[in-house]
């Protein structure tokens, strides 16, 4: 897995989003920011002046957030392996693919 710098309030938005990509989603979605004129923010702006001037008063409630939804959709390698070899071996298995040797 892919190890991402820890949000703190003085992140930039660019670099938060570098870092989650989910990040943009999440924001959107919890705190509705980013999404019309009035929403938006600039890249080099920071995480706590963006949080400021929509009303959130814990940012640590959401830096956990886009970090826990990061967690949540990250998948392995390992796990991107095992299931295309169970994909194949169901193919094979229905007899829609023929394996060569």
Same mark, same amino acid.
């Given at each position: 897995?892919?190890?991402? #710098? @820890?949000? *703190?309030?003085? !992140?930039?938005?660019?670099?938060?989003?570098?870092?989650?990509?989910? #990040? @943009?989603? *999440?924001l959107? !979605?919890?705190c509705?920011i980013?999404?019309?004129?009035?929403?938006?923010y600039q890249?080099?702006?920071i995480?706590?002046?963006?949080?400021?001037?929509?009303?959130i008063?814990d940012?640590?409630?959401?830096?956990?957030?886009i970090?826990q939804t990061?967690?949540?959709?990250?998948?392995?390698?390992g796990?991107?392996?095992?299931a295309s070899?169970?994909r194949r071996r169901?193919?094979?298995?229905s007899?829609q693919?023929?394996?060569t040797?």
């Open positions: 897995m892919q190890v991402t #710098a @820890k949000i *703190v309030k003085p !992140s930039t938005m660019q670099e938060i989003l570098d870092g989650y990509p989910s #990040a @943009k989603r *999440v959107f !979605s919890r509705h980013g999404g019309w004129n009035s929403c938006r890249p080099g702006d995480l706590g002046k963006v949080g400021s001037s929509h009303n008063l940012h640590h409630d959401i830096i956990a957030f970090e990061d967690r949540q959709i990250q998948i392995s390698i796990e991107v392996v095992a070899v169970n169901r193919i094979t298995q007899g693919c023929r394996t040797a």
